[in-house]
């Protein structure tokens, strides 16, 4: 795969941090804005990329990449990504994949017309310990409740309360709770039981964003609870419980660290299953063989799954009033 990377804000660097554990993927181009012009250069020089652009059209002009990462600020990721479909490049797009359900569709309509990938870079559904976690939650009998707490206090929320708007919580650029860390719960969630029957957002809002708020999702004889926030700070775990057991994911759900199976007997194992330690290592090779092969099959499931998240966030957003972008 010979990638052109479009961004060079933190989540860029950490994943430049294991190219060189992913022999597959060749670096051949980084975009960023004028303003962070010397900070792309200096990422261009240290980590081999052959060329560091600041216009998006030169860059796309390129043909010495077949594939754009996506990486830039959320309200931008529609814009970005369409600009390279259209110029016939496989894209991979960091989540949230776009604001609107409608965009996505949008994107997914002019990818098939291109014959060319196009999926979300969204760590937890291709980690090892992801598929440990699925298949250890069909084994405890019925589901009844699932519980996602991903509640981490921001480092910028000290000045978001002094009236300092950074993009993480800038309704315009696509900031917030929601969008942010609990977008990780709903994909694990959508991931074990496809899409609800109904959803409700219960958020705190403040300065017109979502700080913090529990996700509920009815999924009939399931009941789902995503809690994200950005203005508190919690255990960081989630618990699928069945009626013969349950399974808690510990840490985070964008890094699934490890898992427990607990029997009604009180029973417990834990279980790690990862051959790598950076949680962006697996998508990032298992993208490479689809674009290899150009396997639609594959874009096809994961679009789907993509479009269940989509429509629960839009849902969500419009049950709490907000209004995300310009």
Do not use: W
């Not at 309200?75 to 991979?92: N, P, T």
């Not at 809002?205 to 996700?215: F, N, V, W």
């Amino acid at each position: 795969m010979n990638l052109a990377i479009f961004g060079s804000g933190k989540i860029v660097q950490e994943f430049l941090s294991i190219t060189k554990d992913l022999s597959e993927i060749q670096l051949k181009a980084i975009l960023g804005t004028k303003r962070s012009q010397e900070k792309t250069e200096k990422l261009a020089e240290e980590y081999g990329i052959d060329a560091a652009y600041t216009d998006i059209e030169e860059c796309l002009k390129s043909d010495a990449f077949d594939t754009v990462y996506v990486a830039v600020p959320n309200h931008l990721h529609y814009s970005f990504a369409k600009k390279a479909l259209e110029a016939g490049k496989h894209v991979i797009c960091e989540k949230p994949f776009t604001l609107k359900y409608g965009e996505l569709v949008e994107l997914e309509t002019l990818a098939s017309e291109k014959e060319v990938v196009l999926v979300e870079a969204i760590t937890n559904q291709y980690l090892k310990n992801y598929q440990g976690i699925k298949e250890a939650s069909q084994k405890i009998g019925a589901l009844k409740i699932i519980e996602c707490n991903y509640s981490q206090y921001s480092s910028r929320y000290d000045a978001f309360k002094e009236g300092t708007i950074l993009p993480a919580f800038d309704p315009k650029k696509g900031g917030g709770a929601l969008m942010d860390i609990n977008i990780y719960n709903i994909h694990l969630v959508v991931g074990l039981l496809g899409k609800p029957k109904d959803v409700r957002y219960l958020a705190n809002i403040e300065r017109d964003i979502d700080t913090s708020g529990m996700l509920l999702l009815d999924y009939g004889d399931v009941k789902v609870v995503c809690i994200g926030a950005k203005d508190s700070q919690a255990t960081i775990r989630s618990t699928i419980q069945g009626t013969e057991g349950s399974v808690v994911v510990n840490g985070p759900t964008n890094t699934l660290d490890s898992y427990t199976t607990e029997k009604l007997s009180g029973e417990k194992e834990t279980f790690d299953h990862k051959d790598h330690p950076h949680r962006m290592f697996d998508e990032f090779k298992l993208f490479s063989q689809v674009i290899d092969k150009n396997d639609q099959a594959f874009v096809k499931k994961q679009l789907e799954h993509s479009k269940i998240v989509m429509a629960i966030v839009e849902a969500a957003i419009n049950d709490a009033g907000i209004v995300l972008g310009e």
